[in-house]
């Protein structure tokens, strides 16, 4: 059954000082991935809502916007096709016209490949179709992007909008997870439920599309049973009831002990402050997490910030950090000396082993005025401009 979630329509553009670091601290968190655990494991972790939604958080998108989508995927897409041959990932599309060009991107990969064109070109098209005309919800798809490797695998992420709810909707497909391109397929559909629609992927619209198919004239009219809802609302801040505090305090609790439960694990880290352990950790979870762990995907907020300040400003002096340290814990690795990668895998189990016993408190919103009025040390960046610190008398000042 899918899975559904609210994503609020969000208007503007990702600035180029983010744009930057996203691809580069993305195009890390994937070679990290497919280091440990495959090709094929990145596929599948893009075909997961959650789990998506959690990387464009770790990369200092707003928590809970339609944006994301459309940043995380340009983001990969500048970071991983130059580097295609290498890490055997390539993507194809995207927004708008960008999405035309996958049937031609598609072909050239394959001469270079040898995968069969034609089969990705046909399966590209026919995702497009059925969640744009075969599922009619009331949302134009908008972006299509299409990400295959080099075994065969493919993910398709795309996603619609709808101006009257001030909605969007995205769409998870993976090759290996459905049978029929016309029965059920979709990993996740990402999207609040608008009632009444037109479904014809559902498996029990079969009678329905052999209707259709003998000309029948009734009106194929199909309502989606009762589903789980994963509701991003629509207010901007990041609230308590957003994230999972018992996850969140043991990642702090992890970053600022000074007594950890694996000191000798962080030694490998030496020179990172609590800060950047703070995101490590969270970019650490990212990559070796289970599938549970991003119920709760606005935790990982707690990382980076967010463009629009939201739960603070983008701190570029920690992101930089974050992403020097895995970018040379990868490198290292690659020619035998894996201490330093495996001292930030271990960072996600051993947040995980503080978790058990961990108590949260009621201190989410002191958390959050702490980053802020912090912000302007880390240098702390919005759309809006630069974090400056708190004058006297000010009520707590970003900008």
Known sequence: MPSYADL???????????????????????EAIIMDYGRAEFLRRMSDPCWFQALGCVLGMDWHSSGITTSVMGALKKALNPRAAELGIYICGGKGKHSKQTPNELALIADKTGLPGDQLIYSSKLTAKVDNTAIQDGFQLYLHSFLLSTDGDWTVVQQGMNDASGMARRYHWHSSAFQSFTEAPHTYIYGQNQGLILNLTDIAAADTKSGILELVKEKPVHLLPEIRNLVMPNHHELRAENVNLKRLGSVLALAYDTKPADFESLLMLEGVGPRTLQSLTLVSEV?????????????????????????????????????????????????????????????????????????????????????????????????????RPPQEGDQLSLF
């Open 287 to 387: 990559i070796h997490g289970t599938p549970s762990r991003f119920e709760d995907p606005a935790r990982f907020s707690f990382a980076h910030g967010g463009k629009d300040g939201h739960p603070f400003p983008v701190p570029l002096k920690i992101y930089d950090e974050t992403i020097s340290t895995l970018k040379d814990a990868l490198y290292k690795a690659k020619i035998g000396a894996s201490e330093k990668k495996d001292a930030i895998n271990k960072l996600s189990q051993m947040a995980a082993s503080i978790e058990k016993d961990f108590i949260p408190n009621t201190n989410f919103d002191k958390l959050i005025e702490e980053e802020r009025s912090n912000s302007w040390r880390h240098g702390g960046r919005t759309v809006f401009g630069n974090a």
């Open 8 to 30: 609020p329509l969000h208007y503007g553009h990702v600035p180029p000082w983010l744009a930057q670091r996203m691809s580069l601290l993305g195009g890390a968190i994937t």
